[in-house]
T-cell receptor
């Protein structure tokens, strides 16, 4: 059974820091991994999608990497801003039952 | 494009009542699914559909019913609401069965059963 772990559950940093958010998964047979952002009381916004054949994806200040063999992904946020405060979720797709398996998320707080 | 639209955004039900959560997408996505999000439990798959006329159960299907008569719509029905169904419900869609294009989520329906 695929399990996705995100540690720590919460993180507080001062503005301007470069951040690394970690995601690990137990079954390396994935099609892709997707990072989402969720603001309080809101839906999930897709940030980056990495296919199993890719090593990384970049969008603006965000960079996500994937090491499938070791079951790890990282989301790098450069020069963090208070507007980056949110919960960040990673999810993997294995094709089994056509479902995404989610981690429980990392709640990020960026202090001005 | 509107993406994935869910209605209503908020709902309060009494135990035993039934209701339908609506989900519509305008991206011609084959694959649609329903998740519920609970504190400490993360997101869990309720039901999914790989195309019109085809549905299947996810991890937590009990107490819910779905149908997929069109590509665009995938409603979720609560047959007899229970307090354990208090949750935030998300609908998601993807244009490829293997999810290779990634998933788009709706903004959610916050349901309280009293």
């Amino acid at each position: 059974k695929q399990e996705v772990t995100q540690i720590p559950a919460a993180l507080s940093v001062p503005e301007g820091e470069n951040l690394v958010l970690n995601c690990s998964f137990t079954d390396s047979a994935i099609y892709n991994l997707q990072w989402f952002r969720q603001d309080p009381g809101k839906g999930l916004t897709s940030l980056l999608l990495i296919q199993s054949s890719q090593r990384e994806q970049t969008s603006g200040r965000l960079n996500a990497s994937l090491d499938k063999s070791s079951g790890r992904s990282t989301l790098y946020i450069a020069a963090s801003q208070p507007g980056d405060s949110a919960t960040y979720l990673c999810a993997v797709y294995t094709g089994a039952n056509s479902k995404l398996t989610f981690g429980k998320g990392i709640t990020l707080s960026v202090r001005p | 494009n509107a993406g994935v639209t869910q209605t209503p955004k908020f709902q309060v039900l009494k135990t035993g009542q039934s209701m339908t959560l609506q989900c519509a997408q305008d991206m011609n996505h084959e694959y649609m699914s329903w998740y519920r999000q609970d504190p400490g439990m993360g997101l869990r798959l309720i039901h999914y559909s790989v195309g019109a006329g085809i549905t299947d159960q996810g991890e937590v299907p009990n107490g819910y019913n779905v149908s997929r008569s069109t590509t665009e719509d995938f409603p979720l029905r609560l047959l007899s609401a229970a307090p354990s169904q208090t949750s935030v419900y998300f609908c998601a869609s993807s244009y490829q069965r293997q999810g290779a294009g990634g998933y788009t989520f709706g903004s959610g329906t916050r349901l309280t059963v009293v």
